[in-house]
């Protein structure tokens, strides 16, 4: 939400404090500051500041809007609200629009008023200014009068041509196979952010709608998808004389779900979707009126029609103040704790006494009756007040306790210990531990609400993720420089009879050692873990638990079934786990591109030692420039001495290479180039290249 700092200045009789100032007091009591623009004239002086502010949904019922963040500065400085004396609207013509609620569960309130004008002009300057500081386009005094209370108030507005409008407006289900067309932006006159097309018209899109939509209608049929989107036919244009403005209050969900389906997100239906009260439409008739009235004084205006099936109701909210201090484990003196409420129009009547809803505070204690403003709907139960509190008062004076050590020993957890102790165990063999997705394609508990189809289901079992990590891992061996992958995972797997503990083993010999595969890595580490366990190794095999995929195999064991016969020692802590400070390891990113692996091997006298041949080869690198401006020596990503043996008085060194860029794929002639350069090199004190 971009709020515009002059804009805010209104609210307020003095000065309000800076920019940076308000950077620092809403980051640290109210919300994420995502940038602070400057916004300069025409000779490049700053004549204004926006604050780019991260309202969350919670707070969006409130905050979106200039009006709700001068409540919030109000709070933090306390500093006296300005006087802003209303604008009488005299009614001044009979006409009136006939409005009609049919979807009552999704209208909850539909204000509509008459209006006459001679023309449609431009707004004021003081209009434009404030709506170019946020990065809303002026299209004319209507428009921008609807766009700047929405920003102001946060109520979404609209007007349509009264001519166009035949009949009663009526607010309804849409009809299966009916269809609208809608009002698109242009490049030079964007739409105004209430979905009002702007002039001149620009292109439209029509639109077939579900009986999951609504719409505002009038007898001929749809004049705006309700809450989404307004209509051409009812458009606005330059010939427009007779309007019907609206402010209305829908149902959230629906808006959500109907502007998502079609693609229509706005500044109206985003206020919309995070819900705001009903009460704020009469409010944005008035000020819509009287801003009108401003812009164009000689509007004629009708009587204002409301229709409200079922009026708001305010939360009240009973809480014992001393319950505000324990919960957020510092004590606010009571006056402050009423007074931050207060100051947002929060109404504080102390009840009496009365049975208290937290039950480690004092039964029968004194009680502060709160009746919450209705624009406040985030603020529903006792520790929505803490919060609050909290926040204002300042999570600065929020002081670190130690806990209290436990006098006794803390209780073992077998599953844990027995966990903690396999990982011990074949980290030492030479594995290393992997955490794999739990969402998978493929499974028998399906997510409600799945984030991506290959994501749709809980896993069934930890074998298909462990074969794909282990299969990965085998085809960049060399680049990570392992002769045999050895990975484990101790995870949850899920079916229709529950949720089971698995330990999965997964190997493979990449380096051909005669005697050794991954069913060979396997067996030989379920027998050390038996032994470190104490039980016998049988329960770690199964036939149905080993599987083999070429090269890979994997070994998937429940340790449900281990812990039946696993028996935790009678002094066992957890200070036997060997806990220690963290690794000392640090992350290096991976290139995205493909590697390139080279061998070299080499016969030299045999007082040359391993370290000279390499730097030999580092040196007829040197200087080997690759296209594009890379150097031969950066390109190395690993390197190592995978043989030597000795005949006729000489040593023979092989170095394996694995070439690879951060930028982009290296090709065979370009890595060619390199290998060129290191044979030349290798050969020039007379040594011999195999």
């Known amino acids: 939400m971009k709020i515009s700092h002059n804009w805010l200045q209104k609210y307020f009789t003095k000065p309000i404090p800076s920019p940076e100032r308000l950077d620092e007091l809403f980051t640290f009591h109210a919300f994420e500051v995502e940038g602070v623009e400057k916004v300069n004239d025409e000779n490049g002086q700053v004549i204004d500041t926006v604050l780019d502010l991260k309202v969350l949904p919670d707070r969006a019922h409130h905050d979106l809007c200039h009006r709700g963040i001068a409540g919030e500065v109000f709070s933090m400085t306390e500093m006296a609200y300005a006087e802003i004396a209303p604008v009488d609207v005299t009614v001044s013509t009979e006409g009136k629009p006939s409005i009609t609620i049919e979807a009552d569960n999704f209208c909850r309130r539909y204000v509509g008023r008459y209006v006459e004008i001679e023309k449609i002009g431009d707004a004021t300057p003081e209009i434009q200014d404030a709506l170019n500081a946020i990065g809303q386009r002026s299209i004319n005094a209507i428009v921008d009068a609807t766009n700047y209370v929405m920003f102001d108030i946060g109520q979404p507005l609209h007007a349509f041509d009264a001519d166009k409008v035949k009949g009663s407006i009526v607010v309804r289900q849409a009809r299966k196979g009916e269809k609208i067309v809608l009002l698109e932006s242009s490049a030079s006159r964007p739409q105004g952010e209430n979905g009002q097309e702007t002039l001149p018209q620009a292109g439209a899109r029509e639109i077939e709608l579900s009986i999951s939509d609504h719409v505002i209608a009038d007898d001929e049929g749809p004049l705006a998808i309700a809450g989404v989107k307004g209509g051409k036919r009812a458009a606005i244009t330059a010939d427009t004389r007779r309007l019907i ?243 484990f995972e101790i995870g949850r797997v899920f079916d229709n009879t529950g949720e089971y503990l698995k330990l999965c083993l997964g190997a493979a010999q990449v380096k051909k050692v005669k005697g050794v595969n991954g069913k060979k890595l396997l067996g030989d580490v379920v027998g050390i873990l038996g032994t470190a366990l104490g039980v016998d190794d049988s329960v770690f095999s199964t036939p149905e638990s080993l599987v083999e995929k070429g090269s890979v195999s994997v070994m998937e064991i429940d340790l449900n079934e281990i812990l039946k016969s696993y028996k935790l020692p009678k002094d066992a802590t957890y200070g036997d786990l060997g806990f220690g400070p963290t690794s000392p390891n640090i992350y290096q990113k991976l290139s995205p591109y493909p590697f390139i692996v080279r061998d070299v091997a080499v016969f030299v006298p045999a007082s040359t030692s391993a370290d000279h041949v390499w730097n030999v080869i580092l040196d007829g690198m040197k200087g080997v420039d690759v296209s594009g401006g890379m150097n031969a020596a950066d390109l190395l990503a690993r390197h190592s001495l995978f043989d030597t043996f000795e005949k006729d008085g000489k040593v023979s060194y092989a170095f394996r290479m694995v070439f690879q860029s951060m930028e982009r794929t290296l090709t065979d002639d370009e890595v060619n180039k390199i290998m060129t350069a290191i044979y030349a090199a290798l050969k020039g004190p007379g040594w011999e290249v195999r």
């Open 245 to 487: 403005l609206e402010s209305a209050n829908f149902e959230p969900t629906t808006v959500r779900r109907t502007s998502t389906k079609y693609d229509l997100r706005s500044e109206s239906s985003k206020r919309y979707e995070n819900e705001i009260t009903p009460e704020l439409a009469m409010s944005g008739m008035t000020e819509l009126s009287a801003l009108i009235l401003r812009e164009i004084p000689t509007a004629k205006f009708g009587p204002i029609v409301d229709v409200y099936p079922k009026k708001a109701v305010q939360t009240v909210i009973e809480i014992d103040p001393r319950y505000i201090s324990k919960r957020l484990g510092i004590e606010v003196p009571l006056e402050m704790a009423k007074g931050i409420l207060e100051n947002m129009g929060i109404t504080i009547i102390v009840n009496g006494r009365y049975p208290i809803h937290d039950k480690s505070v004092e039964d029968n204690s004194s009680v502060w009756q709160l009746t919450i403003p209705f624009s406040r709907l985030d603020l529903t139960i006792p520790d929505d007040i803490v919060e609050e509190v909290g926040r204002i008062y300042g999570y600065e004076n929020v002081k670190g306790v130690s806990l209290a050590r436990p006098v006794e020993g803390v209780a073992i957890l077998p599953s844990y210990y027995l966990s903690e102790k396999m990982k011990n165990v074949l980290i030492a063999q030479g594995y290393s531990e992997v955490s794999l997705y739990s969402l998978v394609a493929h499974g028998e508990v399906e997510t409600a609400k799945p984030l991506a189809r290959d994501k749709a289901f809980a896993r069934a079992n930890l074998t298909d993720g462990m074969i794909t990590c282990v299969q990965k891992n085998v085809l960049n061996a060399d680049l990570i420089g392992l002769e045999a992958v050895k990975v």
